[in-house]
């Protein structure tokens, strides 16, 4: 079953806007990452936020994770074409590398030129 | 590196045929992880391993469904008989235990027919 919950589904912007997504998760995790996935691609890891953490920042994006509320955001900032994709949130119970991870339904972004 | 391959890339085959999708993880990591993405369900873990030994296979949707490490380098994903319902994309991910980010291949987009 799919435990986070990411909106908006689409979110179309244009090219230099910042793009919000929220992903909202039902269990307690370990850490919370983002991934993005190119059309016809595979899911590429973009940043993790462990769950003492309450903000994280790298290059232009910037993740928050408020655990009372079981949530999370993810802000790109000055966005490119090039960030034209799909974005997931994923959860980790335990944390460690042996920890297969739950995933959202995603939000895609598309980013007008 | 080559990253995580998977083959095939594309697989096209008939309800109640054998379907066996293959996947080599980065050299050097030891978590190995199958996932399925549909629309209707997104992305879902389906097993992982760990140092060649599956750890957790509750996401494996029936017993159509079975997987094996043999060894640190090679891992299949076996459907018999294939249903339609298992259309799908497949995708293999990697990583180290010490390490929580996955790593994932371009996926197996099967079509039963």
């Known amino acids: 079953s799919q435990q986070g919950e990411e909106d908006p589904q689409a979110l179309s912007i244009q090219e230099g806007e910042n793009a919000t997504m929220n992903c909202s998760y039902k269990?307690?995790?370990?850490?919370l990452q983002w991934y993005r996935q190119n059309s016809g691609r595979g899911l590429v890891h973009l940043i993790l936020?462990?769950?003492n953490e309450r903000e994280k920042h790298s290059g232009r994006l910037r993740v928050t994770l408020d655990t009372s509320k079981k949530s999370s955001s993810l802000l790109i900032t000055a966005s490119r074409a090039a960030d034209t994709a799909s974005y997931f949130c994923?959860?980790?119970?335990w944390g460690g590398g042996a920890d297969g991870l739950t995933f959202g339904k995603g939000t895609h972004l598309i980013i007008q030129p | 590196d080559a990253g995580v391959i998977q083959s095939p890339r594309h697989e096209v085959t008939e309800m109640g045929q054998e379907v066996t999708l293959r996947c080599k993880p980065i050299?050097?990591?030891?978590?190995l992880f199958w996932y399925r993405q549909t629309m209707m369900r997104g992305l879902e873990l389906l097993i992982y391993?760990?140092?060649?030994?599956?750890?957790?296979d509750s996401g494996m949707p029936e017993d159509r469904f079975s997987a094996k490490m043999p060894n640190a380098s090679f891992s299949t994903l076996k459907i018999q008989p294939s249903e339609p319902r298992d259309s799908a994309v497949y995708f293999c991910?990697?990583?180290?235990?010490?390490?929580?980010?996955?790593?994932f291949g371009p996926g197996t987009r099967l079509t039963v027919l």
């Open positions: 991910a990697s990583n180290m235990d010490s390490d929580n980010e996955q790593f």
């Open positions: 050299s050097g990591h030891n978590s």
């Open positions: 994923a959860t980790a119970r």
């Open positions: 936020i462990r769950s």
């Open positions: 269990t307690s995790i370990n850490n």
């Open positions: 391993f760990n140092n060649n030994v599956p750890i957790d």
